[in-house]
T-cell receptor, first 117, second 114 residues
Framework: DTGVSQNPRHKITKRGQNVTFRCDPI?????LYWYRQTLGQGPEFLTY????????KSRLLSDRFSAERPKGSFSTLEIQRTEQGDSAMYLC???????????????FGPGTRLTVL | AQSVTQLGSHVSVSEGALVLLRCNYS??????LFWYVQYPNQGLQLLLK??????LVKGINGFEAEFKKSETSFHLTKPSAHMSDAAEYFC????????????FGAGTRLFVKA
């Protein structure tokens, strides 16, 4: 169990550019979640996958945001035409299948901190 | 619908003193409740969780929390604070709706004075 990894850890971009983040979950976990955390706030749910299927999306996930998990393993989160309001920490978490000992517990990666200038 | 309220955005205690971080939740279905800790520029680490078993839950680093349904509370305690406990603490609630979408509180920053 090597934990959830996220890359890059930090990203600085100019307004209007596109950015993509990657999340590698714990290998046996089939559920993957994305959250956004702004300064002084708790994480806010964005979307989650069960295997390769995206099952739920938050209203926070505007049309400029897209997430994929093509083979049910790693996931990417892309933000198009970034805005200064997108500056935040983007957290990824994973959990196991229903009935598994850790199905109800999400394990978080270190996050990707995005700064939009 | 679910929600979490953490009472007090900042809590300051002396080293060796009792730590009490308050959390109240709202859930339309039996909830799963969690406490996570976050150190600067890091992700969230699970401290403990309640999943409908024992109401007093023990976690890592000497922390524990008690689920009180009548009070809709899940307060976090530690008998004796250590300097290394200084961090941000998040209470969270989730319920199974095909997946476990988790709702987090705004967090409580714990300061520990020498």
């Amino acid at each position: 169990d090597t934990g959830v990894s996220q890359n890059p850890r930090h990203k600085i971009t100019k307004r209007g550019q596109n950015v993509t983040f990657r999340c590698d979950p714990i290998s046996e976990h089939n559920r993957l979640y994305w959250y956004r955390q702004t300064l002084g706030q708790g994480p806010e749910f964005l979307t989650y996958f069960q295997n390769e299927a995206q099952l739920e999306k938050s209203r926070l996930l505007s049309d400029r945001f897209s997430a994929e998990r093509p083979k049910g393993s790693f996931s990417t989160l892309e933000i198009q035409r970034t805005e200064q309001g997108d500056s935040a920490m983007y957290l990824c978490a994973s959990s196991g299948t229903s009935g598994a000992p850790r199905a109800d517990t999400q394990y978080f990666g270190p996050g990707t901190r995005l700064t939009v200038l | 619908a679910q929600s979490v309220t953490q009472l007090g955005s900042h809590v300051s205690v002396s080293e060796g003193a009792l730590v009490l971080l308050r959390c109240n939740y709202s859930s339309s279905v039996p909830p799963y409740l969690f406490w996570y800790v976050q150190y600067p520029n890091q992700g969230l680490q699970l401290l403990l969780k309640y999943t409908s078993a024992a109401t007093l839950v023990k976690g890592i680093n000497g922390f524990e929390a008690e689920f009180k349904k009548s009070e809709t509370s899940f307060h976090l305690t530690k008998p004796s604070a250590h300097m290394s406990d200084a961090a941000e603490y998040f209470c969270a609630v989730s319920a199974f709706t095909g997946g476990f979408k988790t709702i987090f509180g705004a967090g409580t920053r714990l300061f520990v004075k020498a």
